[in-house]
């Protein structure tokens, strides 16, 4: 099986794809794609039988609950997160990984429509304050650029992530110690 390859060749976690990502054309939905939930609780047993922890890219209520439920590690982007599937992240304490900035400069990239656009800065408000509601809830959260488009500013894509939470509502403080810590955290087991 590949998760056994995947431990055997040094990995210790593994990202599987629980949901497709940010529609363009249709706004407010999530583009097909990702395991089921039954698929999701295989793999997060399989791996979990193998000493291997799981990431899930996650967007969209069902996928998100999906995954948590199935105890993954972190959720990875969450957009369309709900109080609900927040909910459940604060109880199982699975890490969300909001990746907030990476839509914003997707659509940036984007020939999008002009009220597809503004949709998107819609979702992206409400990615921050949900990302204030997972700090308030006690939801663990760790930083990531979701860095994969083209010119790869890591450096600068990472600090506009910090900016985002501190815009989130998260003090300065706290941002700096998630930076350090959150990701550390959340790739111990």
């Given at each position: 099986?590949e998760?056994l390859k995947?431990?055997?060749?040094?990995?210790?976690?593994?990202?599987i794809i629980?949901?497709?990502v940010?529609?363009f054309?249709?706004?407010g939905?999530?583009t097909?794609?990702?395991?089921?939930?039954d698929e999701?609780?295989?793999l997060?047993?399989?791996?979990?039988r193998?000493?291997?922890?799981?990431?899930?890219?996650a967007n969209g209520?069902?996928?998100i609950?999906a995954?948590?439920?199935?105890?993954?590690r972190?959720?990875?982007?969450?957009f369309?997160?709900?109080?609900?599937?927040l909910?459940?992240?604060?109880?199982?304490?699975v890490f969300?990984?909001?990746?907030?900035?990476?839509?914003r400069?997707?659509v940036?990239?984007?020939e999008a429509?002009?009220e597809v656009?503004?949709?998107i800065q819609?979702e992206?408000d409400?990615h921050l304050?949900?990302?204030?509601k997972?700090?308030r809830?006690g939801?663990?959260?760790?930083?990531g650029?979701d860095?994969?488009?083209?010119?790869r500013?890591y450096?600068?894509?990472?600090d506009?992530?910090?900016?985002l939470f501190?815009?989130?509502?998260?003090?300065a403080d706290?941002?700096?110690?998630?930076?350090?810590e959150?990701?550390?955290?959340l790739?111990?087991r």
């Amino acid at each position: 099986m590949e998760i056994l390859k995947l431990r055997n060749d040094g990995a210790d976690i593994i990202k599987i794809i629980a949901s497709g990502v940010v529609s363009f054309e249709l706004p407010g939905t999530v583009t097909p794609g990702g395991f089921s939930a039954d698929e999701i609780r295989f793999l997060v047993a399989e791996a979990g039988r193998h000493g291997l922890s799981v990431m899930a890219h996650a967007n969209g209520e069902a996928a998100i609950r999906a995954a948590a439920e199935a105890g993954v590690r972190s959720i990875e982007h969450g957009f369309f997160m709900t109080d609900a599937a927040l909910d459940i992240l604060a109880d199982r304490k699975v890490f969300w990984v909001p990746t907030a900035g990476a839509l914003r400069r997707a659509v940036e990239r984007a020939e999008a429509r002009t009220e597809v656009v503004a949709f998107i800065q819609q979702e992206i408000d409400r990615h921050l304050a949900m990302i204030g509601k997972a700090f308030r809830a006690g939801v663990p959260l760790a930083v990531g650029t979701d860095c994969v488009l083209p010119d790869r500013r890591y450096r600068g894509y990472y600090d506009d992530e910090l900016a985002l939470f501190r815009g989130a509502g998260i003090p300065a403080d706290t941002v700096e110690r998630i930076a350090s810590e959150g990701g550390r955290a959340l790739l111990q087991r």
